[in-house]
């Protein structure tokens, strides 16, 4: 490791002050992302806009160019007078990019800082954290692409009525599939199917059974370094061999999975609402037992074998589930082979060499496999594809008319007039630019009205198809239509390939490096030494004890505050490496190796148990978590997952802190930690 300065005489300068103001703007900002209005002129709009028309690059346009007032039903908000009201998002994505901006505009930082926070420096490899969890990211996820998480839970699900013994067969499931596929897969296969479940059964609310996933899927992805980038940071930062990390965190982990479990059923979710006695889950009925699963990755999957109902096909989705073996089969394997190579290689060569060199080509054979599976398949899949998306507009024509055409007896019955044909507006969005022609005239009414009612629903579902259908005709091609058909196309050819692509989680990159590059500022300009001094004060007071415990706290608060786990995890890593440094120093007293590894292992528990905290922004498995259960109509707030966690986080990371604190005084000695310099 490379000497860090320990000098602190830097934050005094304006420079310093402004770089530890943007750290702090920046995450507060990926903690509470909003949107900044930006007034554009409308003449300046429209011009942009017809140079795009002209170019072919957009469809025509229907909004009136003209200066007035009026409501664009697309994004709901009011434009009036000169001016049109765009938004620009401050997130986790753009806001550390824009405090990095704005800090080389200052000169606050300058070249180093950004070349050691992209390329590294002091043993911390960006490139090859991002580029191994990416391409890892990639197997984990076409593994549950295949079905396979979903199939096996349809296994558990079935192995017990009882519902105590239910909740603890999922608990163990969740955490062994963590340990070694990470927890993006579980959270992406393990949140929808837990929200199907409580919705088909006679589980009174969900809270008992996602909590407990999330909570235990983090602890998990404490065990493996492949399982969460945050470890990756760590091991690099401190030189660990991935097995010598695993054997230092496992028992710890293993007691807090032990006991939580205990203090979850018992304790946090003790009313049978939550998790009652019996589990009675709604049963298949035998059209849909004899139907064969399809594949979700397919385009209009959803719609298909099905009569719209969001119930029935979330039964069928948990009780029938689709799975492709022989992809479930390689990808299984390949996702061990991977693993075992990478603990091999890291054991042998000290970290020394990148382990991306494994997991970039094993991702390659992996999409190779999604890709040529995807092709051979290509003729079966486009024509579910196609089948349904005609039945998903089919569908979406026949509510709109239903319901056009209850508002119109409705209407008929208050005012005491006769029945009336009620006029059928389109569903879909009309083309940007109405070419001129004849139009549809659709179809008379049926003169008996009880009889022919179906008849005549029929009729106009089927005029309205056929409008939609000559109206997709008339579209004219631009780069966006033949862009969205390519996607269409993609999607169908190669459903697996495609869907992986869509789950990856790529603004970790761009968060990653920018939230790298704030530290290098944070270090350069004097404030990680002062973080790493009062943290050298803190050790000399409370000891070995102190540094476990301490570290363990502030891990996990920083996951709240200071760019999710991953930007904590860097952040205390360069103040551990800055309190080495300071131990080095003259009149120093020298570091024991059991106060040393005590911190580092403190933070790993830390940093990973730090996502089931106060603040869905602490991981971002968290924002993925909530973002799926609020598409399956299950809304979580701030203050809900506020309550629920601290007592869970309390009682884990006390358990875990114990048992990491005796396990310290066991296998660690009062002998000076030796320190590697480069």
Known sequence: MENLSTDTSHIREWRSIITLIAFFLANIAVLFPFHIPLPIPRILWNAVLSALVKLRIIPPRTEDASPSHHHDAANGETKSGFFRTASFPINMVTAPLIADLFLLATLAIGRDEVYNGIVGANDIDPVDVMVFFITLAYIALSLDASGLIRWLACRVLKASASGRRLYFYLYGFFFALTTCIGNDPIILSGTPFLAYITRVSNIAAPTAWIYAQFAVANVASAILVSSNPTNLVLTGAFRIRFIDYTANVIVPVLFTVALLFPFLLFVVFRDPSFVPPVIEMQKLDGLDAAEPPVNPNIPYAAALGGDGDEERRGVREVLNPYLDRWGAAFAALLMAATLVTVLALNAATGGEVPVYWVTLPAAVVMFCWDVVTGWLGRYETRELAGRGRREAERG???????????????????????????????????????????????????????????????????????????????????????????????????????????????????????????????????????????????????????????????????????????????????????????????????????????????????????????????????????????????????????????????????????????????????????????
Request: charged content about 15%; proline content about 5%.
């Open 396 to 678: 979406a024509v026949a509510r709109a008319v239903a319901a056009q055409q209850q508002q119109q007896q409705r209407h008929d019955q208050g005012g005491g007039g006769g029945r009336s044909r009620p006029r059928v507006e389109t569903t879909t969005s009309a083309p940007r630019r109405q070419p001129r022609r004849r139009p549809l005239v659709p179809p008379p009414a049926s003169s008996d009205d009880e009889k022919d009612d179906t008849a005549d629903l029929e009729r106009q579902i089927s005029w309205e198809l056929q409008l939609q259908r000559r109206q997709r005709c008339a579209e004219q091609t631009t780069l966006v239509s033949l862009l969205r058909d390519a996607r269409a196309w993609a999607r169908a050819t190669f459903p697996t390939a495609t869907t992986v692509l869509g789950l990856l989680p790529l603004p970790l990159v761009p968060f990653a490096f920018a939230m790298f590059v704030l530290v290098e500022a944070l270090v350069t300009k004097g404030w990680v030494p002062v973080f790493a001094y009062g943290w050298h004060h803190w050790v000399d007071k409370t000891g070995t004890v102190g540094a476990v415990g301490g570290m363990g706290f502030v891990s996990v608060i920083l996951c709240n505050f200071s760019g999710t786990n991953i930007g904590t995890t860097i952040l205390l890593c360069r103040v551990i490496q800055t309190w080495q440094q300071i131990h080095l120093g003259p009149g120093s007293t020298a570091l024991s190796d059991r106060t040393f590894w005590g911190a580092v292992y403190g933070m790993a528990l830390g940093v990973n148990y730090g996502a089931f905290s106060s603040a869905f922004s602490a991981s971002l498995a968290g924002l993925l978590w909530r973002d799926i259960l609020a598409k399956k109509g299950i809304v979580l707030r701030r203050t809900e997952f506020l309550r629920v966690n601290v007592p869970i986080i309390s009682v884990a990371m006390a358990v875990g802190l114990a048992v990491l604190i005796g396990e310290i005084y066991v296998i660690r000695g009062d002998q000076a930690y030796v320190i590697e310099t480069a």
